[in-house]
């Protein structure tokens, strides 16, 4: 919650944390990953080499796949963040962890951002055998987007998407208990919108990721 924005009211970080700690209140604290793979070059090429940044939208998006468990079942969420506003374009949740989960991903995205919008964009992922197919890159070359995978063995290419689904889980997710697979699925459907239309970022300028995205367009 962004204190000044909603309430009106100027408080310094050490004010705010001093104020938690005499009401026993504790923020969610994610733990940062570091691994650092091996740089194997993959026959498609690393175009963002860890660049992430960007003037615009839809410029760079990152993809991948994360797992949920509810009660006594898996599911698999496919996501696409861009990395200029940092909003979730478009997911997919599935039983299936294949290439249909993948494509319908895809093709939500670019049903919801028009081709103009995205001219040059580059879209990266893994080397998750659903990102290196054929025919994910037969829809990518349809649809202009030039392909980009990390190198072997090393997350820290795409972590853009990978700390999302971290913050995914522990603002959201990992709050609830005993999640029955239709409850996961709002619980993931409620925070996304959230996260894209409520939840300020500092790195946007104290804006959610929408309202930063609607100004540069």
Not at 149 to 168: H, M, Q, R, T
Request: charged share 20%; glycine share 4%; with cysteine.
């Amino acid at each position: 919650m962004n204190i000044k924005k909603v309430y009106g009211v100027c408080l310094t970080n050490e004010t705010v944390y001093r104020y938690m700690r005499l009401n026993g209140v504790q923020s969610v604290i994610r733990k940062k990953k570091h691994k650092y793979g091996k740089l194997a070059h993959h026959h498609i090429p690393n175009l963002l080499q860890r660049d992430f940044s960007t003037t615009g939208p839809n410029q760079k998006w990152s993809i991948d796949i994360t797992y949920l468990f509810p009660m006594g079942k898996k599911l698999y969420l496919c996501a696409i963040k861009d990395l200029y506003d940092k909003s979730i374009i478009a997911y997919t949740l599935s039983r299936h962890n294949d290439n249909q989960l993948v494509l319908s991903t895809l093709r939500k995205a670019f049903e919801n951002v028009p081709a103009d919008q995205r001219q040059g964009l580059i879209l990266h992922s893994d080397q998750g055998y659903q990102f290196t197919s054929l025919p994910y890159k037969a829809v990518l070359d349809q649809h202009n987007v030039l392909h980009s995978v990390s190198y072997k063995g090393s997350c820290v290419d795409n972590v853009p998407i990978e700390s999302w689904f971290s913050a995914l889980k522990t603002e959201s997710v990992y709050l609830f208990k005993h999640l029955t697979e239709e409850k996961m699925i709002q619980v993931v459907s409620d925070y996304i919108i959230y996260y894209n239309e409520e939840r300020f970022q500092e790195q946007l300028k104290e804006l959610t990721p929408i309202q930063y995205r609607q100004l540069a367009l």
